[in-house]
């Protein structure tokens, strides 16, 4: 009897293991970056203990983590639309961009005296509607040609960055300061600003996890909802039951891309007041992927991972400022990500032993009748 490994499916997830299995890949990624802190000679119960003081401990830190958590809710949630269809739209960082080009352009056009409402309003759905656009130029060609989306998304990302980079470093553009010498973005109205909370954390924060909230009540209690979730199982049973994929495509690559522009407009409304590359250009919308996957597409478990990965990010300076060199501290970083990731494969299936019977050994068949029935032809 032979005994192997084999990758089970499960049924269905208990509650035990969906909480249990990414506290157990989080402790296992501590436990680990601990070793190597420890390899190169540092203490690594110092170390976290400054990561929680620089991320999560008082309201200062807390708004400093939530601040740069905003836009990375909304990168997350822009991933996750998309991948409960089944839909792999990795091209949040270039919609962002889009949308921060957007919105920008709507601040800086508009009149100054225009009340602050209506400029923010303007300002945000500037930002949304680049996004869905930048987002249809993948979307047309998956609905309608069946292109692959991850491919088309991707590169759509460097081009935004180019067209970013070179409105601001390549050129004399209306989004430029012409009044500085070093090539920086004209600054937006103050009517244009987000009103703030506390210190940097500014009501983007609001808006984000209601987005998340409403989106998940969306996806949960209407028709809409369920057809998503049904494409996202099966295609051609989608089609069997008469619901067009390809519309339903482009609906909710609209909302992904929408939502990524959104992060965008509010990144520029209530964080660098102008249209800055190398505040923006920071892979916000590539770690909205890892945050969709690890909170499994639901959009409310979107919020804490975006926190928690944001107190991780936040605290890399703190890291540093130790003495560890910048390249444990973005290793430690990584290798959490990949261990809460890793972790959720664990989350929908199982390993378990199977036994397998080792077949028999095949009978040679008896050569004496042939022999006795050639000896009675003679």
């Not at 005994?3 to 909480?19: C, H, I, K, N, T």
């Not at 200062?60 to 739209?89: D, E, K, Q, S």
């Not at 409310?300 to 991972?305: A, D, I, K, M, T």
């Amino acid at each position: 009897m032979n005994s192997r490994l084999a990758v089970v499916p499960r049924a269905g997830s208990p509650v035990a293991v969906r909480f249990g299995v990414p506290l157990l890949s989080l402790a296992a990624a501590l436990v680990l970056g601990g070793v190597v802190l420890r390899a190169v000679g540092n203490d690594p119960v110092e170390a976290y203990r400054s990561m929680f003081d620089a991320s999560l401990r008082g309201w200062r830190p807390m708004t400093r983590t939530l601040t740069y958590a905003t836009p990375l809710i909304l990168t997350g949630l822009a991933a996750a639309i998309a991948f409960r269809m089944r839909v792999y739209n990795i091209g949040a960082e270039g919609q962002l961009f889009a949308g921060a080009i957007a919105g920008s352009w709507v601040a800086l056009i508009l009149p100054e005296g225009t009340p602050k409402p209506l400029m923010l309003v303007a300002m945000l759905l500037g930002g949304v509607a680049a996004g869905v656009i930048w987002a249809g130029l993948a979307a047309v060609p998956k609905a309608f040609l069946g292109t692959d989306e991850i491919i088309t998304t991707l590169m759509l990302n460097f081009v935004a960055l180019g067209l970013m980079n070179y409105l601001i470093f390549g050129s004399r553009t209306f989004w430029r300061d012409p009044a500085r010498p070093v090539p920086q973005g004209r600054k937006i109205p103050a009517s244009a600003e987000l009103p703030t909370l506390s210190g940097r954390l500014h009501i983007g924060i609001i808006v984000t996890v209601a987005v998340a909230v409403v989106l998940w009540l969306v996806l949960r209690t209407t028709t809409w909802g369920f057809r998503v979730r049904v494409i996202g199982e099966s295609h051609r049973v989608a089609r069997y039951a008469g619901i067009a994929v390809p519309a339903a495509t482009l609906v909710v690559m609209s909302i992904s891309g929408g939502l990524a522009g959104l992060a965008g407009a509010i990144e520029v409304s209530g964080v660098t007041k102008s249209l800055q590359p190398r505040a923006l250009a920071i892979e916000l919308g590539y770690t909205g992927i890892v945050i969709a996957a690890v909170a499994r597409s639901n959009p409310l478990g979107v919020v804490p991972v975006a926190v928690f990965l944001a107190a991780v990010a936040t605290s890399g300076g703190t890291l540093q400022s130790l003495g560890i060199p910048v390249e444990v501290a973005v290793m430690l970083q990584g290798m959490i990500f990949l261990a809460v990731t890793a972790g959720e494969f664990f989350v929908t299936n199982r390993l378990t032993v199977v036994r397998t019977t080792a077949p028999e050994p095949a009978t040679t068949a008896p050569t004496a009748a042939p022999m006795a029935s050639a000896e009675a032809t003679r």
